[in-house]
């Protein structure tokens, strides 16, 4: 018992020496993470590109470019369509502050102007109050806006030359292990595979999930539904929470612009669709690279928050689960090979004598040795032909057949 007890402190020390070293190091060990995952999603562009012909460094290059026009492009239409929406958004959610004083006013309250009043000015209040601080958090982000731009930049360079050189620099990193860099070598293939099947099944989940509920607030006439279902769409590389937050924020907005029937009706398809990523989608599509039980991914996302806020929270799942692939592979005994001449050992479950429906067969009577000093007993005569008799011989059942009499 104590020696498991030690074992326990020991491996809780190690994971908490790992998790401080990483939120000092956050600023370089989260943009690499991010630069693995877009290289997962990323590589299948590229392999095919490379198997059309083109060069690595070209088809990096197209690769990148194409990833950079599509990410410039929806940023675009979100700033395009939200110019355009926001002025009506601001008139409904007036309309709706309207009605919503008027049944305080004549509803079961019955509140009075006054009081009404009251809480507005409350409120305002406390805005005010909340100013300085605010202002704080502006100034403090700029530090951050500098934070994030060379988070970006380095983002952008690790991935570039994973796509271009990735198979290199692997091969390099496995040097530095020696004898044990066949291990280390199936450990990271199972993790890359890993970590492919994760991030493209989550990108098709979360493609599922923006284009039916853009679809359902562009059809309920919700102002800013694109950058809705965006904000969704990248909700959603967060599990659990991410669809929580961002569908809860659609559900106020069509709370505020078409009144609380419309909010229950997208609540309502929310938790639907929602329900059928759960049982049907994500098994199905996910289900290859992780298995994780959901108390499980809450501590996770709870542990990746703490180190490293919301960008900890989005890559702290794909990498547990990376780890938790890697790891057996890693530590997993390789049988030795069998020397030259002895048979292999039978495979597991299989009986370890003859096979069925064979004979067994007799063992060869002892030669005794001569004695020493004796003389050797003279060979046998062989018959003519008895050579080529035994060499054109079929063999019999369970006889062994040695390479010269094969060829």
């Known amino acids: ?96 502050a309207a009605e919503a004083q008027h049944w305080l006013l ?46 970006f930049v380095l ?3 690790v991935t570039f030359f994973l796509l271009k050189d990735g198979d290199k620099i692997w091969a390099w990193f496995l040097k530095a292990f020696g004898d044990a860099a066949p291990r280390v070598d199936r450990a990271g293939r199972a993790a ?22 853009g679809t359902v607030l562009a059809v309920m006439g919700v102002p800013l539904w694109v950058p809705l279902a965006v904000l969704i769409f990248l909700g959603s590389f967060i599990p659990i929470i991410g669809i929580v937050v961002t569908g809860g924020l659609a559900t106020l907005v069509t709370l505020g612009a078409q009144g609380w029937i419309s909010a ?41 928050g703490v180190i490293a806020g919301i960008p900890g929270a989005a890559v702290a799942v794909p990498l547990t689960a990376v780890l938790y692939r890697a790891l057996p592979e890693l530590f997993r005994a390789e049988r030795p090979a069998p020397p ?25 009577p002892a030669t005794p040795s001569p004695e020493p000093g004796a003389p050797a007993e003279p060979a046998p005569p062989r018959e003519p032909g008895g050579d080529q008799g035994a060499a054109n011989r079929e063999p019999e059942s369970g006889e062994a057949v040695s390479p010269q009499r094969k060829g």
């Open 192 to 213: 890359w595979v890993t970590i492919c099947h994760y991030v493209q099944g989550t990108v098709a989940i979360a493609a599922i999930h923006g284009i039916v509920m």
């Open 155 to 157: 983002v952008v360079f």
């Open 340 to 364: 030259p001449g002895v048979p292999a050992a039978a495979p597991a479950g299989s009986p370890a004598g003859p096979s069925a429906g064979t004979a067994p067969t007799p063992a060869a």
């Open 264 to 304: 229950l009706v997208f609540l309502a398809i929310l938790v639907v669709e929602q329900q059928l990523e759960n049982h049907l989608f994500q098994p199905q599509i996910v289900g290859r690279a992780i298995d994780f039980h959901p108390l499980a991914v809450i501590l996770v996302l709870a542990v990746g």
């Open 1 to 96: 018992m104590a020696a498991w007890s030690w074992r326990l402190l020991l491996l809780c020390g190690m994971v908490y020496l790992i998790a401080w070293i990483i939120g000092r190091i956050s600023i370089v060990v989260l943009p690499v993470a991010i630069a693995f995952l877009l290289t997962a999603l990323l590589y299948p562009l590229t392999k095919r590109l490379r198997d059309a012909g083109l060069r690595p460094i070209y088809a990096t290059w197209i690769t990148m470019l194409l990833g950079l026009a599509v990410i410039v492009g929806v940023g675009f239409l979100i700033g395009n369509r939200a110019n355009e929406e926001f002025p009506r958004l601001v008139e409904q959610l007036q309309r709706t």
């Open 106 to 151: 004549n509803g079961p309250l019955q509140l009075k102007q006054a009081q009404i009043t009251h809480i507005v000015d409350e409120i305002g209040k406390q805005l005010t109050e909340q100013r300085n601080e605010i202002v704080n958090t502006v100034l403090t982000g700029a530090t951050a806006v500098l934070e994030a731009l060379a988070s």
